[in-house]
């Protein structure tokens, strides 16, 4: 068998530990005729965030807290089964699967700064109220029973 194209960069110098991912394979669903989808194609990644030791500390406790929805006992899964390929389910989960750990490490963005409102968005916000006050107010009439 082929090793895959990794290593797979989370960001910088770090990469996802191919000792820690672990690999199960299963019949792809969808639809498909004679000797379709019988293979095993389908690709499940999972990689144990809580336990690992690959990622900075720092890393680590932001990637529990961002992705806490997603893991299971600090598990996290990735399926894929696009491909007919098991080969390409394989690249294409383990990419997923980076590109996850890459966005839920990366560190906070700037803090939002409070502005004031500006004068045309007040105008334009009162307008649309007398524009709707003047439409409730023509329903008032006769004829609206």
Do not use: C
């Amino acid at each position: 068998m082929k090793r895959m194209s990794g290593p797979y960069v989370i960001r910088g110098s770090v990469a996802l530990p191919e000792a820690e991912l672990s690999w199960r394979f299963s019949k792809s669903s969808g639809p498909g005729g004679q000797h379709v989808n019988t293979t095993d194609s389908q690709v499940e990644l999972r990689f144990d965030l809580a336990r690992t030791s690959a990622l900075p500390q720092v890393w680590k406790e932001r990637a529990l807290e961002r992705l806490g929805t997603r893991l299971r006992d600090g598990v996290l899964t990735v399926r894929a089964g696009e491909h007919r390929s098991q080969w390409r389910n394989r690249e294409t989960a383990a990419v997923r699967m980076a590109s996850l750990l890459a966005e839920a490490t990366a560190p906070p963005g700037p803090a939002r700064k409070a502005r004031k409102v500006s004068r045309g968005a007040k105008e334009r916000r009162l307008r649309s109220k007398r524009m709707r006050s003047d439409v409730k107010r023509g329903r008032q009439g006769k004829g609206w029973d």
